[in-house]
């Protein structure tokens, strides 16, 4: 299937929401996933769908800790056809926190022949860390 750029950020938000394929599905072989403001002893870039299938599997454990109520998905168009700007949203409760929460990323996509190449992600490593219960861990690594 030759999946547009828009299309396959709706299945990312599907995967984001539980109910869609394994994100590293969605990449080219030599697809790369780059975050740029990575916290502290997380990986600033992933090469190849198998290294990007690995991370994810190994975050696996995480995905318990969200009742999610809503996952939307704002999709802008550039001016290069094979690059989108997609704004995730979230929101639900966190059973590490017990508490309501509410999470955004951004992410800067590029699709080639129906698949992933390019997957920078802009998230909120505080907000990301606050809805799993792991603020402790990231203060830890960010004063080592």
Request: proline share 6%.
């Amino acid at each position: 299937m030759h999946r547009t750029p828009r299309e396959m950020i709706e299945e990312v938000r599907r995967m984001i929401a539980g109910d869609g394929p394994e994100f590293s599905s969605l990449f080219a072989t030599d697809g790369v996933v780059r975050y740029p403001f990575a916290p502290p002893g997380r990986p600033a870039e992933l090469r190849g769908r198998e290294a990007i299938r690995e991370h994810y599997q190994a975050g696996e454990s995480s995905k318990g800790l969200l009742d999610m109520a809503e996952v939307k998905a704002v999709v802008r168009q550039t001016d290069d056809p094979e690059v989108v700007l997609a704004e995730f949203s979230h929101h639900g409760w966190s059973h590490a926190t017990e508490a309501p929460y509410r999470f955004r990323a951004l992410a800067v996509v590029r699709v080639r022949d129906g698949r992933i190449v390019s997957y920078e992600d802009y998230i909120d490593s505080i907000a990301m860390a606050r809805m799993l219960g792991r603020t402790r861990e990231l203060a830890d690594a960010l004063t080592r």
